[in-house]
């Protein structure tokens, strides 16, 4: 019964900032590693920012310098600051975490993916 929620998606104009949240529900022993993908129009889902149990992290390319992922393990829940958007940040974003439960070992769950779309 483990779920993903994201939120923060919306509009904005180039330049601006948002800030995703992604919180895990239901019976979860522990959050091991966290990320964020992205998936615009016509394009493969790709990998945007990870982050370790741990707290490493790592960024691609497109994004390094103007985003930051973090994680609040009390509340079982990972953040991902966009600034500095640019037209080509716009897509669904999604959140992925491998999580251990009741259930499994370790499991790789997916959020419903929220909306970001950024104007020139």
């Known amino acids: 019964q483990v779920q993903l929620v994201e939120s923060g998606g919306g509009w904005v104009q180039a330049g601006g900032s948002l800030r995703l949240s992604c919180a895990a529900s239901?019976?979860?022993?522990?959050?091991?590693?966290m990320a964020w993908y992205r998936q615009a129009p016509g394009k493969e889902r790709e990998l945007v920012a990870q982050i370790s149990s741990g707290g490493n992290t790592n960024y691609a390319d497109p994004v390094k310098g103007r985003f930051t992922i973090s994680r609040d393990n009390a509340r079982n829940t990972g953040y991902l600051q966009m600034n500095s958007l640019k037209p080509e940040d716009t897509a669904v974003y999604y959140c992925?975490?491998?999580?251990?439960?009741?259930?499994?070992?370790?499991?790789?769950?997916w959020g419903q993916g929220t909306q970001v779309s950024v104007s020139s």
């Open positions: 992925n975490a491998k999580i251990r439960s009741w259930r499994f070992v370790e499991a790789s769950y």
């Open positions: 239901g019976s979860i022993f522990s959050i091991n590693a």
